[in-house]
C-alpha cells in the first residue's frame, strides 16, 4: 500500500455534497491539512476501506498496528476541528477500493459483469481497482469479522458518529447495476449451493434466471442485516450509490486519449437526477471534472441536497428563500409500460426534467406536504395493501394521482369500490383509447385508466396531452435540443417579489461543441425576472417568451416570476 | 487508428430439442477516438452470411476477422486486433493502473490487417493525411 496518492485538491471543492475523505490514501500525518481543507460546515463521509483494516484473518487494526489505520486520531481530529462526519460502509464492491474493499486474506474470486468481462474500474489515480466477489463465503466471513471489530471499536471509544450503509452501482445504457451483480464461478457456487439447499427436490418450473434474481437480493439483504445487527445503534440504512464512470465500458473508454465525453456524463447525471439517486464523482480525475461538469454537480447535486438525503437534515416542506429542486411529476414505477404507453415520450416534450422516478415513498407529514403539488403515477400491479391505502389516504388529503389500474389486484379493486362507496364519492367516466374514471374529493384528484390499452395505440399523445391539460399545469413551455439539459428550481417570494407566488429557475447547460438555442414560451402565468450565472450563454426577451443562445459548454440561469395559479379545471 | 474488437466465444450446446452452434459475440468494438456505433456495426456485419446482424454474433472466427476487416475498411483503418473475453480478462488481472491496462490492447489477441488500407484510404485516412 502507498500513501499520498490522493490527487484531489483541496478535498475536491468542484463537488459540495461529496467530502468523501479517503483516509488510506493519504499519510496520517497529512490528516489535519486534508481535513482542513474541507469546507467547514459541511458533513465529511468517511468511507471504510474494511480491507485496509485487516492484520490477519483474525486481527482488526484500527491504529494499533499501523498509523494510516488509526481511526481513533482521525475522529479526534474530526472532532477538534468541530466537523460533522459519518462513515460510509460499503454493502458490496465499491469501485475506488482497491480489491473493491475485500481484504487480501478473503481475495479469491474476480468479480465478472454479465458481458463476462473482469468488473474494474479506473481510479482518479490511475489505479486500476479490480472488484472481488462478494459471493465468496470467505468475504463475507470476513465482513462480519470486520463489523464486530468496528462495533467494539465504537463502543470502546465512545464514538458517536453514524453509520451510513452503501451498495454501490454502475450506470450503462440507462441501466442501474449493482456491483453485486457477479457472474463469477463463486456466484455460480454459492447459487448452486442455495438452491440444493431451498430446493432439495428440484426447483420444478421455476425460471433460473429469476431463482438468480432472488439469490442476488437475498445475498445483498444478508449483508444488509448483518450491518444492521452488529452496528444497532450507529445504524442509519442503506443508500445506493451511482459511481461515475465505473462501469466495464466506461473502464475502457477513460482509458483513451479522447475519455468520456462531458455530453455522457451530462447525460447520466440528468438520468441520475430524475431517478433521485445518489452519486459519487470520485474517481474522476480533474481533467474529466471540467467544462459543465462541475456546475452541475454543485448546481443538482449541492450540500444541502447531501445533508437532506443522509437525513441530517428534514427534508423541505414549506418554500423557503432558498431554491429547491421542482417537479410536476413523480412516477412510483419503472415499468418499462409507461415509454410503451407513450407517457415518458409525452413529458420528454412537455415537462423535460420536470418528471422524477422513486422507487418508494416515505408516507410521513414531511413528504405528503413537501411533494403536494407534484402530480404522482402508480402502476397497479406493483402495489400492497399498504401502499394502496396511502394512495387513497394521498387523494383525500387532496393530492393528484394517476392510477394505472392494469395488473391491479383484485383484491385491491374491491377494496377502491368499497372506499369510493363508503366516501360517496362520484365518478366521471369517458372512454378515449380506455376507460377513464375521474374522481373528485375536495382538491383531490384519482384518474384511473388501463395503461396496457394505451400500448402501441397512435392515439396515445393525444391522450396524456387531455390528461395533462384537465390538471391544467403551469409551467413556462421550452423549446430545446435533446443534447441540451435544463434543471427547475423553486424558491418563496422575497419582499420585493410580493406580485408573485413564487420564483423558478430553470438552469441550461450546453455540453456539447455546438452553439444552441432555447425558447422558453412564458404564456400568461410567468414573467422574466433575471438571467443569472451565465457562462458563454445570452438571454433576451421578447414579447412573452426568452430566447437564450448557449455556446459550446454554455450555461445560464433563468429566473421566473409566477403570478397566477389557474385552479384545477 | 487500430481498432479494437473484444469477443466472446460460447461453444456449441446441446440443449432437449436443438442444438445451438458456437458463437462469437461482439463485445466491445473500439478505436482510441470512443466505441463504434451500433448501428455502422449492425450494417457492416450484414456482409457476412450467416451472422446475427441485431447481436453482433458471428459463427467461426473467420467471419468474425471477415466482419473485423470489413469494419476497417469502411472506418479507413489499417488494422483491428481481436481480443477474446479470456485474454482481456488474463490481461486486466496482470494489470495495475492505466498503463498496464492499455497494454491490454497491445500485447493481447490477433490482429487482421486490412490490405485494403494501405492502397486506398478511408474517410479518416484522408482527413489526417
Not at chain 1, 465512545?158 to 452503501?166: E, H
Not at chain 2, 470512443?34 to 458471428?58: I, N, R, T
Request: charged share 25%.
Amino acid at each position: 500500500m502507498s500513501y499520498l496518492e490522493d490527487s484531489r485538491e483541496n478535498g475536491d471543492p468542484v463537488r459540495p455534497g461529496e467530502q468523501w475523505f479517503f483516509y488510506w490514501k493519504t499519510s496520517a500525518a497529512l490528516w489535519e491539512s486534508r481535513i482542513l481543507q474541507f469546507p467547514k460546515t459541511e458533513i465529511i463521509f468517511i468511507p471504510l476501506y474494511w480491507g485496509f483494516h485487516a492484520e490477519s484473518a483474525a486481527e482488526w487494526d484500527f491504529g494499533r498496528i499501523q498509523s494510516e489505520r488509526d481511526l481513533v486520531r482521525l475522529v479526534q481530529l474530526l472532532t477538534q476541528h468541530g466537523r460533522r462526519f459519518c462513515w460510509v460502509l460499503p454493502l458490496s464492491p465499491a469501485p475506488f477500493f482497491p480489491n473493491g474493499g475485500v481484504p487480501a486474506f478473503a481475495a479469491r474470486t474476480l468479480s465478472i459483469a454479465r458481458e463476462g468481462v473482469l468488473m474494474a474500474s479506473l481510479d482518479r489515480d490511475q489505479n486500476l481497482n479490480k472488484m472481488l466477489s462478494f459471493y465468496e463465503p470467505k468475504v463475507y466471513g470476513a465482513f462480519t469479522g470486520f463489523l464486530r471489530a468496528f462495533e467494539a471499536f465504537l463502543t470502546e471509544h465512545q464514538v458517536q458518529s453514524p453509520v451510513w450503509g452503501a451498495e454501490f452501482f454502475y450506470l450503462e445504457d440507462g441501466h442501474k447495476i449493482s456491483f453485486l451483480e457477479d457472474w463469477s464461478v463463486a456466484f455460480d457456487h454459492g447459487f448452486s449451493r442455495y438452491v440444493r439447499q431451498k430446493f432439495p427436490t428440484g426447483t420444478g418450473l421455476a425460471d433460473e434466471s429469476d431463482l438468480k434474481t432472488v439469490f442476488r437480493s437475498e445475498v445483498s439483504s444478508l449483508f444488509l442485516q448483518s450491518a444492521e445487527s452488529v452496528l444497532t445503534t450507529y445504524w442509519m440504512g442503506k443508500m445506493p450509490v451511482t459511481v461515475l464512470g465505473s462501469s466495464p465500458r466506461d473502464c475502457i473508454q477513460r482509458s483513451m486519449p479522447s475519455g468520456k465525453s462531458q455530453l455522457s456524463y451530462t447525460r447520466e447525471l440528468v438520468h441520475l437526477y430524475m431517478h433521485d439517486q445518489w452519486i459519487s464523482s470520485s474517481l474522476l480525475t480533474n481533467t474529466e471534472k471540467k467544462d459543465l461538469l462541475p456546475f452541475i454537480l454543485a448546481d443538482q447535486f449541492s450540500s444541502s441536497d447531501a445533508e437532506e438525503k443522509f437525513q441530517f437534515q428534514l427534508p423541505r416542506t414549506d418554500l423557503t428563500e432558498e431554491y429547491r429542486p421542482f417537479g410536476v411529476v413523480e412516477i412510483f414505477s419503472k415499468d418499462e409500460s409507461l415509454r410503451k404507453m407513450g407517457l415518458l415520450k409525452f413529458l420528454d416534450d412537455n415537462y423535460r426534467s420536470l418528471y422524477q422516478f422513486s422507487d418508494s415513498f416515505a408516507f410521513t407529514n414531511e413528504w405528503v406536504q413537501g411533494s403536494q403539488h407534484k402530480i404522482k403515477l402508480f402502476q397497479g400491479g406493483a402495489l400492497d395493501r399498504l401502499g394502496f391505502a396511502q394512495i387513497l389516504k394521498l387523494f383525500m388529503l387532496g393530492q393528484r394521482i394517476l392510477l394505472d389500474v392494469q395488473d391491479l389486484p383484485l383484491e385491491l379493486d374491491k377494496r377502491l369500490q368499497v372506499f369510493l362507496i363508503e366516501n360517496n364519492i362520484k365518478n366521471q367516466t369517458l372512454n378515449f383509447v380506455t376507460a377513464i374514471s375521474v374522481f373528485e374529493l375536495g382538491d383531490g384528484r384519482l384518474i384511473t385508466f388501463d395503461g396496457k390499452k394505451l400500448i402501441g395505440k397512435p392515439e396515445q399523445k393525444n391522450f396524456w396531452h387531455q390528461i395533462f391539460k384537465y390538471f391544467n399545469l403551469t409551467q413556462p413551455e421550452v423549446t430545446m435540443d435533446d443534447d441540451l439539459f435544463s434543471f427547475w428550481k423553486i424558491r418563496s417570494t422575497s419582499g420585493h417579489e410580493l406580485n408573485y407566488l413564487d420564483v423558478r429557475r430553470v438552469n441550461f447547460y450546453n455540453p456539447t461543441s455546438y452553439k444552441k438555442h432555447v425558447t422558453i414560451n412564458t404564456k400568461n402565468h410567468f414573467a422574466f425576472l433575471r438571467a443569472a450565472d451565465s457562462l458563454r450563454a445570452s438571454a433576451k426577451s421578447v414579447s412573452q417568451r426568452v430566447e437564450v443562445e448557449l455556446l459550446p459548454n454554455g450555461k445560464i440561469s433563468l429566473d421566473f416570476g409566477h403570478y397566477e395559479e389557474a385552479p384545477c379545471r | 487508428m487500430p481498432l479494437t474488437l473484444i469477443y466472446h466465444f460460447r461453444p456449441s450446446e446441446s440443449l432437449e430439442a436443438s442444438f445451438v452452434p458456437a458463437s462469437y459475440r461482439v463485445v466491445y468494438f473500439f478505436s482510441d477516438q470512443g466505441f463504434l456505433e451500433q448501428s455502422l456495426l449492425q450494417e457492416m456485419s450484414k456482409s457476412v452470411p450467416d451472422a446475427d446482424h441485431d447481436l453482433l454474433s458471428f459463427l467461426s472466427l473467420d467471419d468474425l476477422r471477415a466482419f473485423g476487416s470489413r469494419v476497417c475498411q469502411e472506418v479507413g483503418s489499417g488494422e483491428v486486433r481481436l481480443i477474446s473475453i479470456q485474454d482481456y480478462n488474463i490481461g486486466v488481472d496482470g494489470a495495475r493502473d492505466l498503463k498496464g491496462f492499455q497494454a491490454v490492447f497491445t500485447k493481447f489477441g490477433e490482429t487482421v490487417v486490412n490490405e485494403e488500407a494501405s492502397k486506398k484510404k478511408g474517410f479518416l485516412g484522408k482527413l489526417f493525411s
